[in-house]
């Protein structure tokens, strides 16, 4: 089958390449579309993971093959894949504190694919960059007539900032939520604070995404620049949020990993606000803390996929979008062959896009 193996140093696509059969509970899912998220640009640009690797972690398909002991679940079924499998066994998971099992967001990789008979790895427990997959029965959700270019995202980029905004966020009716980075993630999260009834200041350094940020509900936005102090851009954004109504930022979902963004938001939020850090930053980064913010009370959190539960949250996500309330079409802005993935790559990082997508079908 295709796929595309990142070795480490370049990406390519082949034919030759191979997926084990499903076990027990597993399922093999023929993969008709994936998006692009900044994750795995981010890991290819920080060679932290091991290779060659298959990269891909959003993805929507149809059920292929059954593993024993599968149910719910029929060949040709349209599913959207899920990222997290926690294992159910280790301290963590029997303390139901599921997110903080290393399988759930596949520290522990397996080699499931093969190329040439050499084992090649998985990510993210998903590996959607390939024409077929296999993964646990538990990360599949059905997702009925939805266009699988647009459902291949509700595994990471819809999830992520849906769920950063409404679950870590604790968004309320009547909070003032800013959003930096008005990408894939930034996108959903403006959806989400905007469903619990909070108006939306968008934060991004591309003047082009001020008209995406309103498209999808931002009220306000500030444009940073680049070199600006982060001292500088919490004053812009503070100034912008008070300038119509004096009301301050309740909630900030920071979804650029830009560590002067981050440290900004940490200045801009109120006192007793909460700051949500959803943007990855390079290996090794950090930034300033401010002690003097932080213990007047402010709360920073961070769970991965945007604390996402998803037996509750991916069946929701499916049914709104579903009923059209909220948008997955407005979100695919190009969709690539699978080959042409470089193209895809490069809109990516150009912010041309607010998702890429790329047709295994094409
Ligand atoms: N925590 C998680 O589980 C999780 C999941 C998915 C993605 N992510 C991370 O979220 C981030 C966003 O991913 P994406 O796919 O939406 O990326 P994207 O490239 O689509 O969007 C990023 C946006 O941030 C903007 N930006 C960059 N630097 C900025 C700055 N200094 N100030 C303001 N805006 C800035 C860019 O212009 C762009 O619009 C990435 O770091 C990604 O790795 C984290
Ligand atoms: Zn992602
Ligand atoms: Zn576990």
Aim: charged share 20%; proline share 5%; net charge negative.
């Amino acid at each position: 089958m295709r796929g595309i193996i990142w070795d480490g140093k370049r990406l390519f696509t082949t034919d030759r390449l191979e997926v084990r059969a499903p076990g027990r509970g597993e399922v093999k899912v023929r993969v008709l579309a994936s998006g692009i998220c900044h994750s795995d640009l981010n890991m290819m640009d920080a060679g932290l993971i091991g290779t060659p690797v298959v990269l891909g972690h959003e993805a929507a398909g149809v059920v292929a093959e059954l593993g024993e002991g599968v149910s719910g679940l029929a060949l040709g079924d349209a599913v959207m894949v899920g990222t997290q499998t926690p294992c159910g066994h280790c301290r963590e998971c029997e303390r139901d504190e599921p997110a903080n099992c290393d399988e759930t967001w596949g520290f522990v990789p397996g080699q499931p694919f093969r190329l040439d008979g050499e084992p090649v790895y998985s990510f993210a427990n998903v590996s959607s960059f390939a024409g077929e997959i296999v993964v646990k029965a538990s990360q599949l959700y059905k997702t009925g007539d939805i266009p699988p270019q647009q459902a291949a995202l509700i595994g990471c980029a819809v999830s992520t900032g849906f769920c950063a905004a409404q679950n870590l966020g604790r968004v309320r009716a009547g909070d003032r939520v800013a959003v930096i980075g008005v990408g894939g993630i930034g996108v959903n999260a403006i959806q989400g604070a905007r469903l619990s009834g909070a108006s939306v200041l968008a934060v991004d350094l591309n003047p082009a995404k001020e008209e995406v940020a309103r498209s999808f509900g931002a009220d306000r936005f500030v444009l940073s620049a680049r070199g600006q102090s982060s001292q500088g851009l919490a004053a812009a954004m503070q100034a912008e949020a008070t300038a119509a109504d004096g009301l301050p930022i309740d909630v900030i979902v920071e979804c650029s990993g830009a560590p002067v963004a981050i440290e900004a938001a940490i200045h801009a939020v109120k006192r007793g606000g909460r700051v949500v850090l959803v943007g990855m930053t390079s290996p090794g980064a950090s930034v300033p803390l401010g002690l003097d913010a932080v213990l007047s009370g402010r709360e920073i959190v961070s769970v991965m996929n945007g604390g996402a539960r998803p037996e509750v949250d991916y069946p929701r996500l499916i049914e709104l979008a579903r009923s059209r309330q909220i948008d997955l079409g407005s979100q695919v802005s190009q969709v690539w062959p699978l080959e042409q993935f470089e193209d895809a790559i490069n809109a990516l990082r150009a912010g041309a896009v607010t998702r890429a997508v790329l047709d295994h079908t094409a």
